[in-house]
């Protein structure tokens, strides 16, 4: 395990947790954020953290394979052992441990020299792209159905006989 990997996804984990509103209904305001500055943290993340930061490791994490995707969300994002989390992920201990290793070694190489020098990392842009693709073809097609079904309907009305 890489310590500086581990503490970014560790931040990257209640990054995607934190709630703007705190739970209330209501976006904090900028003074709020302000106020965070004496204990160093904001909604449980370090000041230091930035969001860019935080929508690369996602990125990063979106494109890797998906075993190794598996992994990192078992452990950063669900609460649990390591064997739990290695029996979600459908392995043993130490193959999961060794998931998680190189999921850390994908991810420390995309931030030094941006994932699109990650050949793994490419390949699974281009599997979530058409994953896009796909889902708005269906959504596309859904529309052209509905579209299809309101025209024959008006259709049918139209040519009804009145009486």
């Known amino acids: 395990m890489i310590q500086y990997i581990d503490g970014q996804l560790s931040n990257w984990a209640r990054w995607q947790a934190r709630r703007d509103d705190m739970g209330v209904g209501y976006v904090q305001s900028q003074l ?20 860019e930061d935080m929508h690369e490791l996602t990125q990063i994490i979106a494109f890797l394979p998906e075993e190794l995707r598996q992994a990192v969300q078992e452990c950063y994002l669900t609460a649990g052992t390591a064997i739990q989390h290695a029996q979600a992920c459908g392995c043993s201990r130490d193959t999961y441990y060794s998931r998680l290793h190189r999921a850390h070694v994908i991810t420390m190489e995309a931030l030094q020299v ?37 025209f024959f309907t008006q259709s049918v009305d139209r040519s009804a006989p009145t009486l």
């Open 114 to 150: 941006g994932w699109r020098e990650v050949d793994l990392l490419v390949v699974g842009y281009a599997r979530v792209k058409e994953e896009i693709k796909k889902v708005s073809g269906l959504t596309t097609k859904a529309a052209r159905v509905v579209q299809r079904q309101k």
């Open 32 to 51: 709020s954020r302000l106020d965070a500055v004496q204990d160093k943290r904001f909604a449980g993340i370090p000041l230091h953290v930035s969001d």
